[in-house]
T-cell receptor, first 113, second 113 residues
Framework: IAGITQAPTSQILAAGRRMTLRCTQD?????MYWYRQDLGLGLRLIHY???????GKGEVPDGYSVSRANTDDFPLTLASAVPSQTSVYFC????????????FGEGSRLTVL | GDSVTQMEGPVTLSEEAFLTINCTYT??????LFWYVQYPGEGLQLLLK?????DKGSNKGFEATYRKETTSFHLEKGSVQVSDSAVYFC????????????FGKGTRLHILP
């Protein structure tokens, strides 16, 4: 069982380019999340989805968009990347929304030049 | 709003030393409390949790007790190993269906052989 798969593992892109980070889970979890991890700031929630077909904004949603067309996939799109979006991005899922164990992917390291 | 404060790192200890990583929280109601661990190059994974006052979570030799009177959930281990070197995150979640997990900023732990 793979759990959560993120792609790409690492990417360098020029400012202004569009980028989609992919996230797929095989656990049939209802809720999915995108976090960014920055030194000294810990983990900050970007967007979340409590169930397929719904999404919500987290703590730092500006410059990012998500979609949840089905249970398994939860892509994160940067429409026009900026250097401040250089970060490590983690996708996570949980069986239900609310209190409960989060399962994380291994992260996608993104560098915007 | 709800928040988590944990001791800043890095924390450097010798193998077999006693470990304490402090964590305090601010929350309305009675949150669930968690410790997550992130090993180098990996995503976070749940280490232990406690869902009500005086509960003790334990796993892999680590323990933490939910102290409502001091709003704390300190992580302890009696004898650390080199393999415990990682970043440790304290987190809380409210009990409402749509409450999201809030993470502390993380504490990096280095164990010297």
């Amino acid at each position: 069982i793979a759990g959560i798969t993120q792609a790409p593992t690492s990417q360098i892109l020029a400012a202004g380019r569009r980028m989609t980070l992919r996230c797929t889970q095989d656990m049939r979890h209802n809720a999915m999340y995108w976090y960014r991890q920055d030194l000294g700031l810990g983990l900050r929630l970007i967007h979340y989805s409590n169930t397929a077909g719904t999404t919500g904004k987290g703590e730092v949603p500006d410059g990012y968009s998500v979609s949840r067309a089905n249970t398994d996939d939860f892509p994160l799109t940067l429409a026009s990347a900026v250097p401040s979006q250089t970060s490590v991005y983690f996708c996570a899922s949980s069986r239900t929304s609310g209190a409960g164990e989060l399962f994380f992917g291994e992260g996608s390291r993104l560098t915007v030049l | 709003g709800d928040s988590v404060t944990q001791m800043e790192g890095p924390v450097t200890l010798s193998e077999e030393a006693f470990l304490t990583i402090n964590c305090t929280y601010t929350a309305t109601g009675y949150p669930s409390l968690f410790w997550y661990v992130q090993y180098p190059g990996e995503g976070l994974q749940l280490l232990l949790k406690a869902t009500k006052a005086d509960d003790k979570g334990s796993n892999k030799g680590f323990e933490a007790t939910y102290r409502k009177e001091t709003t704390s959930f300190h992580l302890e281990k009696g004898s650390v190993q080199v393999s415990d070197s990682a970043v440790y995150f304290c987190a809380l979640s409210g009990r409402h269906r749509d409450d999201k997990i809030i993470f502390g900023k993380g504490t990096r732990l280095h164990i010297l052989p």
